[in-house]
């Protein structure tokens, strides 16, 4: 079997289409401008490229946005302080504080001075608590993504045996408390590995619908995958720079020969990256029309 390619690319180009719209709608009928704060702090390349597409996206969406770069050495002091400032301004309806911070910041307490009603990334405890009892306003944006490919896919996942590997803040913990709620896009018997886990290829082979972020280079090989699974790559590993002089990028699972046995596959580039950034639109449009009282 040669899986399907799930393109990311062509989804987020999809939904970034009726955002457009929706944005257009809410300017004309309520005056509203969805506002976005991007925060970069340092140099970090990867980061700069993340936040540069970012804004990139907001302004093509027609937002009003705001890029703010800070140097490594900022104390945490300051930052939360120029966190407060955008809580208080009614023009941004959301705040992106890029992760990783600095090691002498503690990223927790940057990410508990957001207000949560301008946490658009989903990460304040407050949006975390809200996710797991099944009334979410925000979910962080690359599991949303994910759950937006396997909708838009067609991919069933009421009933499905789900296995994520990885347990991180930003991923792994919060797809499978996504898919583990009930309702549509949900209601899977999840199974969360890590780097504990005693013989992983077990774990991964039951699996309906295998989700990895895993942060390694080709963690999974065909051997770990069931035939006819779908697997989502989360993985954005730089393994070199191209002659263009652009990183090269690959992902958590060893694409060319998993692609010969799953039924669904997301590549690297291409997959989950493009739906992470339009996933920050779609929750910066839904915190902008809450702030207006208008039903997101
Ligand atoms: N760094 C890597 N992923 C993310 C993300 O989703 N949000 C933020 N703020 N930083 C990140």
Same mark, same amino acid.
């Given at each position: ?28 009928? &309520? ?10 702090? @340092?140099?970090? $390349? ?22 703010? %770069? ?13 966190? %407060? ?14 992760? $990783?911070? $600095? ?11 957001? /207000?949560?009603?301008?946490?658009? /990334?989903?990460? &304040?405890?407050? %949006? =975390? @608590? ?21 909708? +838009?896919? @067609? ?7 789900? =296995?994520?590997? @990885? ?26 590995? &890590?780097? +504990?886990?005693? %013989?992983?290829?077990? &774990? ?12 390694? $280079? ?9 035939? #006819? ?5 989360? #993985? =954005? ?19 060319? +020969?998993?692609?010969?046995?799953? #039924?669904? !596959?997301? *590549?690297? *580039? ?19 029309? !809450? ?6």
């Amino acid at each position: 079997m040669t899986a399907k390619i799930i393109s990311g690319a062509e989804i987020a180009r999809e939904i970034r289409e009726e955002l457009k719209r929706e944005v257009a709608i809410l300017g004309e009928k &309520h005056g509203v401008v969805p506002g976005l704060v991007t925060i970069l702090v @340092g140099e970090n $390349p990867a980061s700069v490229s993340y936040v540069t597409a970012k804004q990139q996206a907001a302004k093509a969406l027609g937002f009003y946005s705001l890029q703010v %770069n800070e140097p490594e050495t900022i104390s945490e002091e300051n930052l939360e302080e120029l966190v %407060n400032t955008y809580n208080r301004n009614s023009l941004i309806h959301g705040i992106l504080v890029q992760l $990783p911070l $600095p090691s002498h910041i503690n990223e927790s307490a940057v990410l508990h001075a957001v /207000d949560p009603r301008k946490d658009v /990334d989903g990460f &304040h405890p407050v %949006n =975390v @608590g809200k996710l797991m009892i099944g009334e979410a306003d925000f979910i962080p944006c690359t599991p949303a993504g994910i759950q937006q490919l396997l909708l +838009r896919t @067609g991919i069933e996942t009421d009933g499905a045996e789900v =296995v994520v590997v @990885g347990r991180s803040n930003i991923v792994g913990k919060p797809i499978a408390n996504i898919l583990l709620q009930k309702g549509k896009g949900a209601n899977a018997t999840v199974t969360v590995c &890590h780097t +504990r886990t005693r %013989n992983l290829a077990e &774990h991964t082979k039951r699996a309906d619908i295998l989700i990895v972020a895993a942060g390694k $280079p080709k963690a999974i090989t065909a051997d770990m995958v069931r035939e #006819g699974a779908v697997v989502i790559d989360v #993985g =954005v590993n730089r393994i070199g720079v191209s002659e263009s002089g652009k990183a090269k990028l690959c992902g958590d699972v060893d694409f060319e +020969r998993v692609k010969e046995k799953a #039924g669904a !596959i997301t *590549p690297v *580039p291409g997959g989950v990256g493009p739906m992470t950034i339009t996933m920050l639109m779609m929750n910066t449009v839904k915190a902008a029309k !809450i702030a207006a009282g208008i039903k997101p």
